[in-house]
């Protein structure tokens, strides 16, 4: 296995990853410290939508645009889809 030293772990931020193969065409890396596997991606630990689209979702939202308006430019800009519930 080859060590990676430009990935770190997203839950511990140990740089001591390895990759762990690809599920669905996306590169998975597994942390030899935390013995956890992840993704390289710009979300949170345990979640699938980046932390741009979630700071733009709520700016919008607290900015006053209903939520069919919200779900209209998530999808525009960052090519998402999530539902009225999800926002």
Known sequence: MITNYSIMCKYCGSPNVVKFGTLEG?????CK???R?????????K????ITSIADALSCY???MPLDAIQRHL????????????I
């Open 26 to 30: 996306i590169q998975r890396y597994w």
């Open 33 to 35: 410290d935390c013995k």
């Open 37 to 45: 596997k992840f993704v390289n991606n710009d979300a949170l630990p």
């Open 47 to 50: 979640m699938k939508t980046p």
């Open 62 to 64: 607290y900015g006053g």
């Open 75 to 86: 999808n525009q800009q960052h090519g998402i889809y999530l539902a009225e519930s999800a």
